[in-house]
């Protein structure tokens, strides 16, 4: 009688565990490099060559873009936004934003954002090493959970409550692992607020950018102030950019 209403009572606390940490962690997990560029004028460059044109809006289950004006598509249909979900990010080729296309205020931001980002002083540097010591130790909270869970059910009879509680247990442990995005990455980090050359692979092709090593996590890399140009024919302009690490990887320090 008293083990089912102390099983009982450990599965209402881990159901509210559980809901209370996930809903902390999907707010806190959006990607850095894509909230650097929200809620600016952005261009979603397709790997297929489609492009999408709107101000973004990042939450940690994708991407919003939306458009200036409203537009119809082949079928007639009015259409204010599109909606890129975090299973599809394989087909981003970059997220470019074009200096020439932000408002005056977001261009000042900008602006100011380049001058603290290039050449960072001590304090910057100091404060991102700091940073990078709490990530470390966040990117091994995951295995730190799975050791004690496996050594509590080790234990009676808690053990066996919490060996009965493995929905929720697993549910916890997914959500950490999705909130480990930043993957410090050593070689990036001495080239952080420096020029590089980015070497990008588009098509059957790798392309060279250089520009300002913003930052990075385990998915994308930012660089800003680059030329680019979304097709070869056009004239390349101005433009701070967001790469998929798979496709794109710092090759040279640039100055």
């Given at each position: 009688?008293f083990?089912g ?25 959006r990607?850095?490099?894509l909230?650097?560029f ?36 082949a079928d ?7 909606l890129l ?6 087909r ?5 934003r ?10 000042n ?5 380049l001058?603290k980002?290039?050449?960072?002083g ?13 990530r ?10 799975n050791l ?10 808690a ?8 929905k929720?247990v697993t ?19 001495r080239?952080i ?19 300002v090593?913003k ?5 994308f890399?930012?660089i800003?102030d ?12 101005r ?13 040279h320090l640039?100055?």
């Amino acid at each position: 009688m008293f083990l089912g209403q102390y099983a009982t009572a450990i599965t209402i606390l881990f159901i509210i565990f559980t809901a209370g940490l996930g809903a902390f962690i999907r707010k806190r997990s959006r990607d850095k490099c894509l909230r650097d560029f929200e809620p600016n004028m952005v261009t979603f460059e397709d790997v297929s060559g489609k492009t999408v044109w709107g101000k973004l809006w990042v939450e940690n289950t994708g991407l919003e873009f939306v458009y200036q004006n409203r537009q119809k598509d082949a079928d007639g249909h009015e259409e204010s936004s599109y909606l890129l979900y975090k299973y599809e990010y394989p087909r981003i080729q970059a997220i470019i934003r074009f200096l020439d296309e932000l408002s005056e205020e977001n261009k000042n931001k900008r602006e100011q954002e380049l001058k603290k980002t290039y050449h960072p002083g001590q304090w910057r540097r100091f404060k991102r090493s700091t940073l990078n010591v709490f990530r470390t130790v966040r990117d091994s909270v995951v295995e730190i959970v799975n050791l004690l869970i496996s050594q509590a059910k080790k234990a009676t009879p808690a053990g066996k409550v919490l060996s009965s509680q493995d929905k929720y247990v697993t549910q916890m442990k997914q959500e950490l692992v999705g909130s480990v995005g930043t993957s410090f990455e050593p070689l990036l980090e001495r080239y952080i607020g420096r020029k590089v050359v980015l070497e990008m692979i588009k098509g059957d092709k790798v392309l060279e950018y250089c520009g300002v090593l913003k930052d990075y996590t385990a998915e994308f890399i930012e660089i800003m102030d680059v030329d680019y140009a979304v097709k070869k024919e056009e004239p390349k302009r101005r433009a701070d950019i967001i790469v998929p690490r798979k496709l794109g990887l710092v090759r040279h320090l640039g100055e």
